[in-house]
């Protein structure tokens, strides 16, 4: 059984300004393993953060089937982390106290819950900033926590959408690296939304290429390069030239089509 | 965010200036009050009319502490006069906060509320609160009680409303990570949503103890026996005009206190708000 299971996924939003609606995910079929790290890419609208919002229970499918570890998604659950586009933090709280909010909710002591979080505080390498608020942390901090918070509560499933877009290129550079080493490490699946096809490459085991609206998987690649990857190798430019391709294809049926 | 660094160029002149910078800010109201003084003292107008500052001062002198008895019966009672005013602002804007935040709160946060609850409130609020004095005096007296309503009155709806608005705009991905992170209903409401409107809840609590103190005034003035606004209003009927002017400076001292000591309770509780920078602060 896979660890996510989406069938004829179909979403439809209504457009009432132009008065009709727009299909947003056409058909969508897709499995995702456990341990699995997939990165949707595709260009901006193709519908991918739509569907992490379905899988993440924010947004409900016009119809077909979204399971995760077997249980129909209904509503939002800790059983799948989320890590926002923005970081997302509750801004009056500290770091770990943002981390430990989970813990909280379930009513946990706060003495253990300040030692439970000191985990997660050190794996995403905040030691020295647990009393920090988020405002006093930079982008890149703040969207530690956010990771640290999501992995925190062990969810089945983390959720990423576009969490490094906001960064520029050398922390972005510094937070793939970590949470491909967090990957490595916990053993968990990760879902990562994303438009940048080097992105979806540096972190993947199976990227799976969207088409621009209506939404439609193009192709899934599987891309088991070892890692640490090294960007300018010939097997990794095979693979991006592949994906480049396939990008293009897309381009060119739609330039023919208008 | 932002960080503080400072800039000052290491000239003897800027030190200089900087050393007065205080005393720049006392330059026109030291000018206005001088030219007060000689105006009055000129004759020109009849000191009844028009006290000089010096007269203001002595009156309000012997209110406080009663050495001379120029003010008569308020000699020396000041304080009972302040308290009295103090305690109705007070259970005014207690009462006040209480159920504006509570209501604003349920009209932000639950439809049924905004349906049911806000229209019948929207059209209470363009009633100027002056406008319910007939009716607070038949309903309570003349007493505490008609001063309190009409104080709830002024203070209730900037309470309501910033309120309303603080839920209303409150991070719609806040209550999305709340969920993800497996906040209940109530959760929702008190671990992210009222925190998340508290400052927008502070600027409304702001603006209602200023209300209050109008009203406090108002209804000392008409409905009420005691306290500032009683003594303002008595002191104009005995053309005292130099106690209207010390109840005047009373009130405007209480109201910036009451203000202060609001603005020390948010800064505590919004402490979060304030934006250093990591740099900054190990700086």
Known sequence: MAAIELRNIVKVFSDKRRGRDLLTLDNINLDIEANDFVCLLGPSGCGKSTLLNIIAGFEQATSGRTQVDGKQVERPGSDRGVVFQQPTLMPWLTAIDNIAFHLKLKGVAKSERHHRAMEFIDLVGLRGFEHHHPAEMSGGMNQRVGIARALLMNPSVILMDEPFAALDAQTKLEMQEELVAIWQKRRCTIVFVTHSVDEALVLGNKIVVMTRRPGRIREAVNFDLPRPRDITSPEFNDAKRHILSLIREESTRLAQAS | ?283
């Open chain 2, 1 to 283: 965010m932002t960080s503080v660094t400072d800039v000052s160029p290491a000239m003897p002149a800027f030190r200089l200036t900087r050393a007065f910078q205080g005393l720049e800010r006392l330059v026109v109201p030291a000018l206005l009050i001088a030219g007060w003084e000689a105006f009055a003292r000129s004759g020109m107008l009849p000191p009844a009319l028009l006290p000089a500052p010096s007269a203001v001062l002595h009156a309000l002198g012997d209110w406080v502490f009663g050495f001379d008895e120029t003010t008569q019966t308020y000699s020396g009672h000041w304080l009972r006069d302040a308290l009295a005013s103090d305690l109705r602002v007070f259970g005014g804007f207690a009462l006040a906060s209480l159920l504006g935040i509570l209501a604003g709160v349920a009209i932000g946060w639950s439809r049924l509320f905004e349906k049911t609850l806000e229209p019948t409130l929207q059209m209470l609020r363009p009633i100027p609160p002056v406008s319910w004095i007939p009716l607070a005096i038949i309903w309570f007296g003349i007493a505490d009680k008609p001063a309190i309503f009409l104080v709830f009155l002024g203070a209730f709806f900037p309470v309501l409303m910033n309120s309303i608005h603080g839920v209303k705009t409150v991070d719609h991905n806040l209550v999305r990570a709340g969920a993800m992170m497996g906040a209940n209903g109530r959760q929702m409401l008190t671990d992210i949503v009222l925190p998340a409107a508290l400052p927008s809840i502070f600027a409304g609590l702001r603006i209602a103890v200023g209300s209050a103190w109008m009203l406090t005034v108002t209804a000392e003035m008409v409905a009420v026996k005691s306290g500032l606004g009683y003594v303002l209003w008595d002191s104009y009927y005995f053309l005292r005009y130099d106690i209207v002017l010390a109840a005047m400076i009373s009130i405007g001292l209480l109201g910036y206190l009451s203000d202060l000591g609001l603005k020390a309770i948010m800064a505590r509780t919004l402490r979060w708000q304030q934006t250093t920078t990591v740099q900054g602060r190990a700086g």
